[in-house]
């Protein structure tokens, strides 16, 4: 079982008319893995928004539990690029047998 947590913040402005909203909330997602997933050689990135998983097949299957470290690209620099973003903040994830 992978599952894949974190926490979302939301945060809006405007100064022409001093608008403010804010919004937090957790989440977790799990799936279930096939017997041929390599499990030691999962890798995670995080970039733009978008958390992608490499889960590369092996020729047995392992039955314990595995933290994976994710990698986190470096963020956009624009203000354009950051007004009105949301954006997920990923707690980490974790495999469950």
């Not at 030691?40 to 047995?60: H, M, Q, R, Y």
């Amino acid at each position: 079982m992978l599952t894949i947590s974190g926490e979302k913040h939301v945060e809006r402005s405007d100064e022409k008319t001093h608008y403010s909203e804010r919004s937090y909330g957790s989440f977790a997602r799990a799936f279930t893995l096939p017997s041929d997933a390599d499990r030691d050689g999962i890798e995670a990135n995080f970039a733009k928004g978008v958390l992608t998983l490499e889960i590369p097949k092996s020729a047995n299957g392992h039955d314990r539990a595995k933290e994976i470290e994710i990698k986190v690209s470096e963020p956009r620099t624009s203000e354009a690029d950051r007004a009105g973003d949301e954006r997920a903040n990923p707690g980490g994830y974790h495999e469950q047998h």
